[in-house]
């Protein structure tokens, strides 16, 4: 188990870990599948490196046998997921009368098998199947095996699976523009940012300061420390809530209603218009100093510290205001 940890990837059962696992239980075919018994496709098949095999079976017919005849597979369909032999349920000579044998096991030589599942919904089966051609059958240990490496093998799926779920999901977070509202920081264990979206980056500079590197700002790593799920910062007309969720966090920000006077609106949109102060003044017959202290506290309620961040704050305003 752990050579195949080693292996990673996001197919944890490839054909050499199915090598070592005939190093364990002798067989002379190794397999394993992965299918849909509801809609009768086979979702992936894996052969051991070096089998080969003459035998092949009618799609129909196969889904007959798996579905109604092999023993085995009936078990699992009623929700059995201990290790199990074919002769279990037949003797060999039981078998060789039967339709399993003339349409699936002759074809390829089998006369015995053994079968190990993963547990899962009918829909998304996985089993590894181990064959022999001749005897003897699997023993009592054969059995003993598999079942002890049952768990670990649901536990190697499931991680390739996690894998496969952050790389697709790292890759589209990574592509987004930091315009976006939402952003995820994902933690390791000591408190450090493995992963920040482009959105995450830039809401951790605007609220809280943060210079790029690894490490959280303070009063984040204060915050987790204090074993809170949610913190609410508001900077002018912005807000961004953080949510803790395990080792990730959340962020996501929203424009919050601001109190602009008439008079700062008024000001505000001479600005937006490109006009100087000293010629707002002389449009609302106002003292220079006077359009300055408005813009003061204009750039106070905004949370912004320039006359272009201040106008794209107020057309956000108005924008959100008209819908």
């Known amino acids: 188990m752990s050579e195949a940890e080693a292996v ?3 197919q ?8 070592e696992l005939g190093r364990i239980v002798e067989a002379d075919w190794v397999t394993y599948c992965e299918l849909d018994r509801v809609r009768k496709r086979v979702l992936l098949n894996v052969e ?3 089998d080969s095999s003459d035998g092949s079976v009618d799609e129909g017919v196969l889904w007959e046998l798996v579905i109604e005849e092999h023993p085995v597979c009936v078990q699992y369909q009623r929700g059995v997921i ?5 002769s279990d349920f037949m003797t060999l000579a039981e078998l060789r009368r039967g339709r399993l044998y003339d349409e699936w096991f002759r074809p390829y030589g089998v006369q015995h098998e053994l079968d190990v599942p ?3 919904p009918l829909w998304h089966t996985k089993t590894f199947l181990f064959d022999r051609a001749g005897t003897p059958d699997f023993t009592e240990r054969d059995r003993l095996v598999l079942d002890l490496l049952r768990p670990q093998l649901a536990r190697l799926w499931q991680s390739a699976r996690t894998r ?4 697709v999901t790292l890759a589209e977070l990574g592509q987004g523009s930091e315009s976006e509202l939402r952003g995820v920081i994902f933690l390791s264990a000591t408190g450090e940012m493995e992963f920040a979206s482009p959105p995450a980056g830039r809401l951790l500079r605007d609220f809280f300061g943060a210079n790029g590197g690894a490490r959280l700002p303070a ?3 204060q915050w987790l420390a204090s074993g809170s799920d949610r913190l609410v910062r508001r900077r002018g007309s912005r807000e961004v809530t953080v949510e803790r969720s395990q080792d990730a966090l959340l962020l996501r920000e929203r424009q919050v209603e601001v109190d602009l006077t008439p008079r700062e609106r008024e000001v505000l949109s001479w600005v937006a218009r490109g006009k100087t102060n000293p010629e707002i003044a002389a449009l609302l017959w106002l003292a220079p100093s006077t359009v300055r202290k408005h813009l003061e506290n204009v750039y106070g309620k905004l949370g912004v510290s320039t006359r272009t961040a201040a ?3 107020f057309l956000g305003l108005i924008e959100a205001e008209a819908s």
């Open 118 to 120: 993963i547990p899962s």
């Open 48 to 50: 051991r490196a070096g």
């Open 12 to 19: 944890p059962f490839t054909s050499d870990l199915l090598v």
């Open 164 to 167: 496969r779920l952050l790389r």
């Open 82 to 86: 201990d290790a199990l032999k074919v």
């Open 8 to 10: 990673g990837g996001d």
């Open 311 to 313: 106008v794209a704050r």
């Open 219 to 221: 009063e984040l790593t």
